[in-house]
Nanobody, 120 residues
Framework: QLRFVESGGGLVQPGGSLRLSCAAS????????MGWFRQAPGKDREGISC????????NYTEAVKGRFTISRDNAKNTVSLQMNSLKPEDTAVYYC?????????????WGQGTQVTVSS
């Protein structure tokens, strides 16, 4: 069965950085577009970045462009999110899932998520 395990979250000051990782299993990872999503308290879950399966094409929501970088390692079945210049409004639970590149819509199962808190 599909499984995603996110890690790397934590408490960071504004302007700081974090690197999130997601280990995927239960499917042929290299064939699927993968993405990162987040859900802030009181808000809907939103897609923030997706990366295609083979060519590594990426898409980012406007709020994170220039600050976040998504990457993947098909040999290790992992997808990562480097987050720089973090802002308090980036505080959320972050999830990975399979993704539709153009719409950044999540497809299917979620992991348990990892909490990111940006606060001084």
């Amino acid at each position: 069965q599909l499984r995603f395990v996110e890690s790397g979250g934590g408490l960071v000051q504004p302007g700081g950085s974090l690197r999130l990782s997601c280990a995927a299993s239960g499917f042929t990872f290299q064939y699927y577009t993968m993405g990162w999503f987040r859900q802030a308290p009181g808000k809907d879950r939103e897609g923030i970045s997706c990366i295609s399966s083979s060519l590594g094409r990426t898409n980012y929501t406007e709020a994170v462009k220039g600050r976040f970088t998504i990457s993947r390692d098909n040999a290790k079945n992992t997808v990562s999110l480097q987050m720089n210049s973090l802002k308090p409004e980036d505080t959320a639970v972050y999830y990975c899932a399979r993704c539709e590149l153009s719409t950044m819509k999540a497809l299917g199962t979620w992991g348990q998520g990892t909490q990111v808190t940006v606060s001084s």
